[in-house]
């Protein structure tokens, strides 16, 4: 195995930079004669724009200009791009509703842009746009994808019917149904999985620049990646992603809601076209709220068909998931291909079958985040499993061991087709367990008893697809020498939090045999045009670290002819080992970064238009204890055991963080989070006072661990980690609050288990209620 120099290495690269406030912010930009945009946003979930006037607006001190829909319209602005393609039901198209940077005569959901006002100061912009005057029609509002699914619900879109953008499926139907037809048992779960805002740390910041003498257009963005975003840019701006360029530095985090292009930017880049002055916008924490693409926001129904063993015959999962106002780019491939993947889980099942809607409402756009549906797939499976062995009275552990896909039938097709091609479930399964002392909870659980709480255990033995996401034909590595010996990575996935400048440098230094501190990333700059997958789907260290992995052997290659004739010998007595070309046998030798230095630009590589590696499919065992005081609500996670399969690691601290990042934001989603709407349309949970962030201290007890099957699919023999944590948290924290609210007569529950809807719940089941808190109805 590779060695990376892992454990060794303590701290990042990155680290310095920013902890000593030296890092710079979409929002640190600043450009000679840069003007100010504020967006004025709808106050209504749906309504027509009967009229709008912006002359008082106009003339308020500092205005520049106040741009419209009609202004959109008429520099011939095209509506955002349509998502990443998926078909539907017998090879349907998805109907992408069109949207445009500024709205056309219609809103459609609270926080929609409808004008954007430039100003020479960003307060003067504001407070102008509090001058323009909009009459708006109202029109009936859908808050809720079971309301849109609704017969004779009001239709959003024209060219939407019945709300319904696409409805997918996957699977095998028939066999699914014959196989229910004739189960021992079956068992069914329905659930509301609650919709949640991004917020990454620094509130999303763009400034648009235009360069008429080239007719391009710079945009400084916060993002994950510039590669579709310039693509999805350009195509608003009906131009050629060759005259877009997307540049950041640091963007204060991602989690996923940064990886598609939003209407504000097409405005900005038209305003400093029009206007032949940069025009910068950044965003307030409380537009994060209404601006930024929410996610999740789902309801689903899970079906278990069993025989008389305990075995699962068959599955069946349908989603209704809110799409928001607008199909965002990443919005239908998160609830099909996601919610497929890994259809069965970490089990061996015959027969599944799944069905998608995906409905328009008067909502924020729904898109990627952290996980990007397959959190989704996970709780709803992993919820029912736990709900399927307390149906036949089994222990969890012995119902899912009975079940898991045996080691000896990797590779492993599942039912929609996808393989995986490693894993070790059981041995995975039995660590944690031991890791836990799975078998002494009664003990622990009558400890709580005589202190008055009540402890619940929950486990979820998860897995998921990485590196799942085509939105690129290749990743492109980009290695360059620098005169000074140092080294320059290029790509254009953004890190954006996960460590990236240290985990590539890392591999590039495993081959080169260069110090780690000689190696510096760029992504996202003005000066490259360059293919990669953005950040997302945990693919980074499989899809960009193999690609930098082997352009580094390439480059090793290439310098054999050019050590062979700096050290005046032939190319076949030539050997390379850390960081040095040699005369086999003998002492003469020259350094890799000397002999770039040497011949300037040959050692250089431009690693493009290779195959990309495939998926893999990282999985583990998580097992959380919780303890609920049944007088108050509160719920605390007290104990939480994660044993992860991730192949081969790069960096065992980075990973260990990124464990315990996705571990508490998946508690956060379950304990708190949630963005809630009023049936008018109107978020309710809009600032940090009504929306509980989770905090570091969340999960108590927490333990990570791996048990790494290193998969041959990629040269690196890694698996993804970044979102690993969610997906596998999300059900296993879930099952034990189910767990401990059993025993205070709760029957059924849906997510967040906050505090007062615990306490409620708890009081609704000495009521003679034990499913009222239950939001989702089968
Ligand atoms: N790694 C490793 N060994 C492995 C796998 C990964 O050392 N076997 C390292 C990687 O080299 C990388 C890190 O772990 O430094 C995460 O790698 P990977 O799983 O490839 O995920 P990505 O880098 O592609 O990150 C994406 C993922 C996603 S999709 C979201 S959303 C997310 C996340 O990562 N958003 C984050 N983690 C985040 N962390 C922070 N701090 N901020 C975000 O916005």
Known sequence: MTSFGGNGFKGRLEDGRMLTGRGRYVSDWAFPNQAFGYFLRSDRPHAEIASLDASAARSMPGVIAVLTGEDVAAAGQKPMPAAAPMKGRGGSDQIVPPRF?????????????VALVVAETAAQAQDAAEAISIDYRELPVLVKARDAAAPGAAQIHESVPG??????????????KAAFARAAKTVKLVAYHSRVVGNPMEPRAATGVYDPKADTYQLYATTQGAGPMRNQVAAMLGTTPEKVRVIAEEVGGGFGVRFNAY????????????LGRPVKWVSTRSEVFVADEQARDIDHTSEAALDAEGRILAMRFTYLANVGAYLAFTGSFINTVNLVNVVSGVYDVPAVFVNAKLLVTNTVPTAAYRGAGRPVASYALERLIDECAHAIGMDPAE???RNLVPKAKFPYKIVTGFEYDCGDFEAVLGKALKESDWNSFEKRKKDAARRGKLRGRGMSTYIEATASGGFAPYDQAHITWDQDGGITLRTASHNHGQGHETTLAQVVCSVLGVPLEKVRLRTSEADYHMTSNPTGGSRTALGLGSAMLLASQEIVKNGMALAAEALESSQADIEFASGNYRIKGTDRKIGIAELARKYPGKLDLDYKDRPKVPSTFP???HIAEVEIDPETGVTEIVAYVAVDDAGTIINHQIVEGQMQGGITQGAGHILGEEAVYDEHGQLLTGTFMDYPMPRAGLVGGLKVMDYPV????????????????????MPCIMNAVIDALRAAGVKHFDMPANQQRVWRAIQEAKAGRPGALAVAQG
């Open 163 to 176: 709300n319904l953008v696409l409805d997918f499926v996957g699977g095998d139907e028939e066999k699914t």
């Open 710 to 729: 290193p998969t041959a699919t990629n040269p690196l023999g890694a698996k993804g980690v970044g979102e690993a944590g969610v997906t596998g948290s």
């Open 619 to 621: 999985n583990g065992c």
């Open 399 to 401: 119902f899912r061991r």
């Open 101 to 113: 940077s500024l709205a056309q005569k219609r809103v459609r959901y609270v926080g929609e842009p």
């Open 263 to 274: 209407p504000e930017y097409g405005a900005l880049c038209l305003a400093a076209k029009q």
